[in-house]
């Protein structure tokens, strides 16, 4: 592990503060977990970080810090001396830095820390993606409670409440294949866009990848040529057209912006899910998908 944030820190051109790993899931040793648990999550993980390196491109101050992969910088030798997180923190007045921990116990601990950064640092603050640095995570799946898991239940429950099954992708706690939990991250990245923006981002642009989502994994070979696809993508332009032409989205700058970068970055999402990069791993996703259907997978009884 140390090996490879070496290898990062060598080659990397930048020099941010921050840089992300995410989650990695198939060296994990999943010992008697039931094997179509494996297979989905495994599947839906590739899926997973495909997504996160298109968004990387663009914005990835959207991704969420993973707390088992995530690099800091604290300190460095600088020019004009050394850069140290430490020494900063006694310096700044901020009462939010000085008397708050860099990062609460339970859920976001890696978005708090992030903003705690931020708030520390203002506009020195840097994040890369890099999935290099991402370890292999323990999906919990003695805890499927969590969220990280996919299981037959959860297939069968997209069902019976969507009317497809792999909108169970868009159901794990952590995927970046979810319209919400997308918007919701342009809103923690920039919470001036307010609910309401998060809401129109959600509907305008990110509800097409899910879209998307669903027609790869009934259409494996599917290209970005495709005339669903195409369509797809006018469709957001539409939406997103209109909803730029609002009087929210015309009244708060900061909304207009995240609304023509969010449309960006979910063109660049859409070209990742339909590459051939993903190709073999839809096609497997949709058989086990035809096959938990079909009353072939284990546990189908399981609510």
Do not use: C
Not at 148 to 156: A, G, K, T, W, Y
Not at 233 to 245: F, P, S, T
Request: net charge positive; hydrophobic share 40%; glycine share 8%.
């Amino acid at each position: 592990m140390l090996a490879a944030y070496d290898e990062i820190l060598r080659t990397i051109k930048s020099d941010p503060i921050m840089i992300i790993g995410g989650y990695e899931f198939e060296g994990f040793d999943w010992k008697t977990t039931d094997p179509l648990t494996v297979q989905l999550t495994v599947l839906a993980n590739r899926i997973d970080r495909a997504i996160r390196v298109a968004i990387s491109k663009r914005y990835p101050d959207m991704l969420y810090p993973s707390e088992p992969s995530t690099l800091v910088k604290v300190w460095a030798e600088v020019e004009d001396g050394a850069f140290d997180i430490f020494h900063l923190m006694d310096e700044t007045a901020i009462g939010a830095v000085r008397k708050v921990l860099p990062f609460d116990v339970g859920p976001l601990e890696g978005h708090n820390f992030k903003k705690w950064l931020k708030k520390l640092l203002g506009g020195d603050f840097s994040v890369l993606y890099d999935p290099r640095a991402s370890v292999g995570t323990d999906p919990k799946p003695e805890r499927p409670e969590r969220g990280f898991v996919l299981r037959v239940q959860e297939i069968l429950r997209a069902v019976r409440n969507r009317g497809k099954p792999a909108y169970a992708l868009t159901m794990q706690s952590q995927t970046t294949a979810s319209a919400r939990k997308l918007a919701s991250a342009v809103h923690m990245a920039n919470p001036k866009i307010l609910a309401t923006g998060k809401g129109m981002i959600q509907t305008a642009v990110f509800g097409h990848v899910e879209k998307v989502v669903i027609l790869m994994s009934e259409n494996p070979g599917m290209t970005a040529r495709d005339p669903r696809i195409r369509q797809t993508l006018r469709a957001m332009a539409e939406a997103v057209e209109v909803a730029a032409g609002t009087t929210e989205a015309r009244t708060n700058k900061d909304l207009g912006k995240a609304l023509a970068s969010s449309h960006e970055v979910a063109q660049d999402i859409i070209a990742a899910l339909t590459s051939k990069k993903l190709r073999q791993t839809w096609a497997e996703l949709r058989q086990v998908l035809r096959e938990i259907e079909g009353g072939q997978g284990p546990g189908q009884d399981a609510g």
